[in-house]
């Protein structure tokens, strides 16, 4: 039963358009994360947010950007889709530091 | 600063053999440790975690892993691997005083039949 959702699974999408990953969790954690990761590579913290209306940058510059209106919700949005987008990003959420709980995460390409 | 070395990147075993995956780390501060699993096309999920006590800890899968403060290390280890445990394992380690979590590069073990 995952307790953390993240829609879509896969998306193949244009250079040039609009997209929103949607990341959802149950557990009321007010840590949320987004991190970037290409195949078989490291994970890159590319945003973060300890609570609602507060987001951060993380370690990998990112074009896209974070919101957190909702504790449940951290969408994660390109404004503008281009090839070198192409990469799986996965959502995770934490109560303190006890672990993280992560997503099935998102396979984007960028065609 | 908080920091995390996997020394072997990929580890081929047979199955039914036992198996370690290294994991050293490096922090200034008193640290909480974990070992996560990644299966192709998905998430990562938690295998175990040292947060305080028992310095061997058992996780899921007949995963267990032991924390030595000297050596600064939590070397990941299973008995006798099965095919199915083929995965990408990272280690990982937080500050207990709030820090964000830091992973290791990960380790690609492979089981071979």
């Known amino acids: 039963e995952a307790d953390i959702y993240q829609t879509p699974r896969y998306l193949v999408i244009g250079t040039g358009k609009k997209i929103t990953l949607e990341c959802s969790q149950t557990?009321?954690?007010?840590?949320m994360y987004w991190y970037q990761q290409d195949p078989g590579m490291e994970l890159h913290l590319i945003h973060y947010?300890?609570?609602?209306?507060?987001?951060e940058k993380g370690d990998l510059s990112s074009e896209s950007t974070v919101s957190r209106i909702r504790t449940e919700h951290f969408p994660l949005t390109l404004e503008s889709a281009r090839p070198s987008h192409t990469s799986q990003y996965l959502c995770?959420?934490?109560?303190?530091?006890?672990?993280?709980?992560f997503g099935s995460g998102t396979r984007l390409t960028v065609v | 600063a908080q920091s995390v070395t996997q020394l072997d990147s990929q580890v081929p075993v047979f199955e039914e053999a036992p198996v370690e995956l290294r994991c050293n780390y490096s922090s200034s501060v008193s640290v909480y440790l974990f070992w996560y699993v990644q299966y192709p096309n998905q998430g990562l999920q938690l295998l175990l975690k040292y947060l305080s006590g028992s310095t061997l800890v058992k996780g899921i899968n007949g995963f267990e892993a032991e924390f030595n403060k000297s050596q600064t290390s939590f070397h990941l280890r299973k008995p006798s691997v099965h095919i199915s445990d083929t995965a990408e394992y990272f280690c990982a380690v937080s500050g207990s005083y709030g820090q964000n979590f830091v992973f290791g590069p990960g380790t690609r073990l492979s089981v071979l039949p």
């Open positions: 557990m009321g954690h007010d840590k």
């Open positions: 995770a959420s934490s109560v303190l530091n006890y672990g993280y709980t």
């Open positions: 947010s300890y609570g609602v209306n507060s987001t």
